[in-house]
């Protein structure tokens, strides 16, 4: 007697099926002719158009392939939106632990000596297609010191869309996205089911190497094409994952999950932690295509407000910290492992509260405090007074490293206090020391929103900053004929400033904004000098330069964006995206005598910028942009707005594009007048598919092309090549001054766990 399970059969056409069935404890023949009677009807329900041979690799005609990938970009669009309550466990398990890992600024705070941990959540999930997430966390509970912001996102994997074009929203390619045959292979590893709902295993297997693409099965019903459930193993961030979804199994509900399962290792700096996830949806409503009366009608006045996609607000304000709340909704018994965590966290809190009157050693209490200050960040709940959070001293985020700005660092925290109809004040501060120019930068902005409605905010700012100049530009200068000033006699190393901004904004119609303000400077020199200028007859007049100049300038600003969608969050309204670029235009106008300013000039600048999604992988971003002075009257400073640079650490999407990296400070005010353009393409798998062993952590290379025109400068052109990872960007830039090579540079800036 022996157990079968499966029989191969090869038939005419090269037909070959691999056909489970049930465990029979048969005599042999009886359980070979069961199975070859199974496996003709089978063969014969699929037809000859779908032969294909088991374990053969797939070519991207093969009509059970053309069949899935037709049937993907169908159901992609079936769901429109649903609603339902998700119930989220996470079980973890500490493999190596050491005091590195408190550069994570987002891990969880652990006991000593504890290894396994659980947390369990409800929440409410709302979807809006096509990869549109939202969700409020109802309840929590947890057996970790401190419910802290979470290690991984378990939003991104438990919110998955198995007929998006992109896994993890934009993280990982879908091995079924229009162009996904580019980079995985596809083998057929079996077909099961009775007859009349034959399901095909597809084994999925990527091309290249790369943290954008996945490995694994993936199971398919025959005729619906539906997919029934996905087995995907890959790599986010710095987590190895397995991802295990189950489909729904009744109607419109076949489109979406019932369940996923996660496990995520986690290794970091001789860390190794192992996380076991499981959500389960319970759905609320389902709203189809052609049920959505609101989306089928795109010429509606609303067709730019996406407000019905985002009902929820993702606010951890009401959280319930209750385990029988928790209990009641848990959509699976816990294990014996589990209820047993939690009875050593109950053992641990009655413990602690012993202890808690027990006196501690001053070097306890010392450590343990510098410990939290530098390592966590916080969020204090100030009731009615609104929140602060602070960012903690240890953070890599924080450090940045340019050619031309050398090592910077940074600190900052936010207050924000909301009040009715969603006006909300908020204060910034920060901080940050540039070690290359040796100064410390700081800065302040306070904004109220007194109409969210319409973008509308009173605005406050102060700072510092410095224009530094050096004799190699100084040499430049001399030599243009435009300039007032003869810098040959000047002693002049760099002028203090200190920045005051009040202004204005507000939303004029979608799309467009209106900026107000009143700018004002005070500029003192370091080594006050003689200055040399020239009268109408060329002729050199020296005067004793003033150590001190003072700027008073009202200044408008228009913003449009054509397009703009946008939702509202209960009164605030949000900017999602447009299709259109966006333009600028920024007049300011120096007036002499007011407060003491001693400069009168104009400014204008214009500027245009586009972010364009190429495909689901794949960006172009372009900025086209120019300034001029005009009406000086007396000795000015070139503050342009749009041709400037930060001298503290931003991250690589705030300046990656459409910024010079390797321009020298002293040319951003060498010149009245400016025009630049930046080219940036994003997209994996540029350079690095034929560096196999090499690729396996990058998630997308760029391609930049910069090029800026000034009185001294026609033109200065960088080219550069750059890296994203999880852990780090890197970019590495060429510069051509005038046509001759000038240099080589790069910038490098931390992304560990941004966005945090």
Known sequence: MHEITSLSLIFVGKMKKSISIFRLHLPRWVAAMMMFVSSLQSLLAVGVTDSVNVGSRFSPSDIVLTNIFDAVSRYSNVVRQYQSQMYMRTQYKVHQRNFLIRAVPSMFKFYDGVSDYLTEAVAEVQYMAPDVYNMKLRALNGTFRRNRAELWNALDYFNINVYSPTLLPDKLISPFSENAVKYYHYYLDSVVGPPDSLRYCIRIVPKHKGVQLVSGTVVVSHGTWLIREMTLQGRVELADFKLHVLMGSQGAQQLLPERCDVNLIFRFLWNKIEADCTAFYEYKSLVLSEEDSLLSHPSRPEEYDLTHAYLLKCDDSEVVYDTAYIASHRAEPLDSVQQQIYADFNSRKQAQTLTMTAPKRKSQLFWGNVEDVLTDSYTLDLSKLGRIRFSPILDLGMVSYSYSQGFSYKQQFNYNRTFNNDRVLSFRPKAGYNFTQKELYWSADLDFFYAPHRLGAFTFTVGNGNRIYTSRVMNELRQNQDSLVD???????????????????????????LFTSIDMHRRKAVHPSELVVKDHEQRPVSISMQPTYITFAPRVKLVWTPGQYYYMDGRRKVYLYSLFPTFSIDYERGIKGVLGSNGSYGRIEADVSQRIRLSSVSNLYYRYGGGIFTEQKSVYFVDFVNFARSNLPVGWGDDGSGAFHLLDNDWYNSSRWYSRAHLTYEAPF????????????????????????????????????????????LGVFTSNVNGQFHEVGCKFTFELFSGR
């Not at 920045?499 to 799309?511: D, K």
């Not at 052109?717 to 990872?725: A, F, R």
């Open 487 to 513: 810098f040959r006699t000047m002693n002049l190393n760099y002028f203090k400033d200190t920045h005051v901004q009040v202004g204005n904004r507000i939303e004029l119609t979608n799309g467009l904004q």
């Open 686 to 729: 540029i350079i690095l598919p034929r560096m196999r062993k090499r690729s396996g952590v990058v998630h997308s290379e760029r391609l930049y092309f910069s090029t800026l025109f000034t009185t001294h400068l026609h033109p200065y052109v960088e080219i550069g090549y750059g890296v994203g990872t999880y852990l780090f960007n």
